[in-house]
């Protein structure tokens, strides 16, 4: 049971470049989000998702898209690689109900924006 | 909007000491309470959770507790040991929407734990 596989573990892009990080889930859950995290900053919601199809925007939205074609995967895409989105970036997953089970978390990406 | 506070860190006990993170949270529901563990080079790890008040919520010798009178989940564990070093996060999720929008975290805290 691999859980939440997030690709790729590094990468450094030059300003205005475009990527996409990769996240899958081989636990069926619904749910799914995607974070970053900074120094003195914790872990900030970027995007979530529901299920296959639907999504919405979280604490920090802005230079970030993702879409859910299916259950498994969910990825996040930055369409102009900016300096202030260097961080590590962590995909989450957990099953859906009335009592949250916690979310299960991904390995991380670690992105440099030079 | 929902928020966590717990203390800053670094926090440098000695080995078996006794370890306390406070944690305080600001929510308009009532939300479900985690602690999550971060070694260093890797993800999340659950470390332990609570549903509702007064619930304490135990793995590893860890244990927090739930009291909704002081909007606390504070982490405790009897006898630290150098494994333990890491860094802690505590978060809530909103149980009106049953988990859907994600987690809210506090800052996190470095714990150091010394031979």
């Known amino acids: 049971n691999a859980g939440v596989t997030q690709t790729p573990k590094f990468q450094v892009l030059k300003t205005g470049q475009s990527m996409t990080l990769q996240c899958a889930q081989d636990?069926?859950?619904?749910?799914m989000s995607w974070y970053r995290q900074d120094p003195g900053m914790g872990l900030r919601l970027i995007h979530y998702?529901?299920?296959?199809?639907?999504?919405d925007q979280g604490e920090v939205p802005n230079g970030y898209n993702v879409s859910r074609s299916t259950t498994e995967d969910f990825p996040l895409r930055l369409l102009s690689a900016a300096p202030s989105q260097t961080s590590v970036y962590f995909c989450?997953?957990?099953?859906?109900?009335?009592?949250?089970?916690?979310?299960?978390f991904g390995s991380g990406t670690r992105l440099t924006v030079v | 909007g929902d928020s966590v506070t717990q203390m800053e860190g670094p926090v440098t006990l000695s080995e078996e000491a006794f370890l306390t993170i406070n944690c305080t949270y600001t929510?308009?529901?009532?939300?479900?309470l985690f602690w999550y563990v971060q070694y260093p080079g890797e993800g999340l790890q659950l470390l332990l959770k609570?549903?509702?008040?007064?619930d304490k919520g135990s793995n590893k010798g860890f244990e927090a507790t739930y009291r909704k009178e002081t909007t606390s989940f504070h982490l405790e564990k009897g006898s630290v040991q150098v494994s333990d070093s890491a860094v802690y996060f505590c978060?809530?999720?909103?149980?009106?929407?049953?988990?859907?929008?994600?987690?809210?975290f506090g800052k996190g805290t470095h714990l150091i734990i010394q031979p």
């Open positions: 989450a997953s957990s099953y859906r109900g009335t009592g949250p089970f916690g979310y299960t």
């Open positions: 636990m069926n859950h619904e749910y």
């Open positions: 998702s529901v299920g296959a199809g639907i999504t």
């Open positions: 929510a308009t529901g009532y939300p479900s």
């Open positions: 609570a549903t509702k008040a007064d």
């Open positions: 978060a809530l999720s909103d149980n009106a929407g049953g988990g859907a929008d994600g987690l809210t």
